[in-house]
């Protein structure tokens, strides 16, 4: 059984800072990409920030530039620095990891449950 773990989510002030991580454990024999999304209430879960096989990162344009997605792949875990918090970033955090379980196995997508991210004005 493989889980993701998220943590560091809360209520910060407009202009702050908050940083979440997710941690994969369980029967694990790589990962591929690490991926942030987040979902706001009353609309569709958008994608925030990915960190893919190699190195490469990319980030939804709303977040470019504030947020920062890093990984320790010796800990199994991805991270999300979140600066220059505004209102609109409030939302349910949620990471997304594509895992293979064993050399022979198919590549799977693995949730983490969600954290919630509330920025106050």
């Known amino acids: 059984q493989v889980q993701l773990a998220e943590s560091g989510g809360g209520l910060v002030q407009a202009g702050g800072s908050l940083r979440l991580s997710c941690a994969a454990s369980g029967r694990i024999f790589s990962i591929d990409a690490m991926r942030w999304y987040r979902q706001a209430p009353g609309k569709q879960r958008e994608l925030v920030a990915a960190?893919?096989?190699?190195?490469?990162?990319n980030y939804a344009d709303s977040v470019r530039g504030r947020f920062t997605i890093s990984r320790d792949n010796a800990k199994n875990t991805v991270y999300l620095q979140m600066n220059s918090l505004k209102p609109e970033d409030t939302a349910v955090y949620y990471c997304?990891?594509?895992?293979?379980?064993?050399?022979?196995?198919?590549?799977?997508?693995?949730w983490g449950q969600g954290t919630q991210v509330t920025v106050s004005s």
């Open positions: 960190d893919t096989t190699g190195g490469s990162t």
């Open positions: 997304s990891a594509l895992i293979r379980r064993n050399s022979l196995s198919a590549i799977a997508d693995y």
